[in-house]
Nanobody
């Protein structure tokens, strides 16, 4: 079993910043990729940013140059630094981690979600 605990969401004014954190724990042998998705009301869940074990980063076009994803491998933690936030960034943000648990069991685990609201 792999568990994720997210933190860092909240209410911020347009142009402000927030930092999300997600810690993975449990029976983890290796992590392939860690990332963040978001889901706004009435919309599908979408990829925001992802970082692989090799350090390759992928971003949604809408957040590139404003958001930065990073990870601390020793702590099994992924971060999302969000700057210049806009009202359209308002959504529930979900952490996602995939990798290998135990000897050969693949896992793909989601966090419980953290609300980010951007409003004046």
């Amino acid at each position: 079993q792999v568990q994720l605990v997210e933190s860092g969401g909240g209410l911020v004014q347009p142009g402000g910043s927030l930092r999300l954190s997600c810690v993975a724990s449990g029976s983890i042998s290796s992590i392939t990729a860690m990332g963040w998705y978001r889901q706004a009301p009435g919309k599908q869940r979408e990829l925001v940013a992802q970082i692989t074990s090799g350090g390759t980063r992928n971003y949604a076009d809408s957040v590139e140059d404003r958001f930065t994803v990073s990870r601390d491998n020793a702590k099994n933690t992924v971060y999302l630094q969000m700057n210049s936030l806009k009202p359209k960034d308002t959504a529930v943000y979900y952490c996602n981690v995939n990798g290998i648990s135990g000897i050969v069991r693949a896992f793909n685990t989601w966090g419980q979600g953290t609300q980010v609201a951007v409003s004046s």
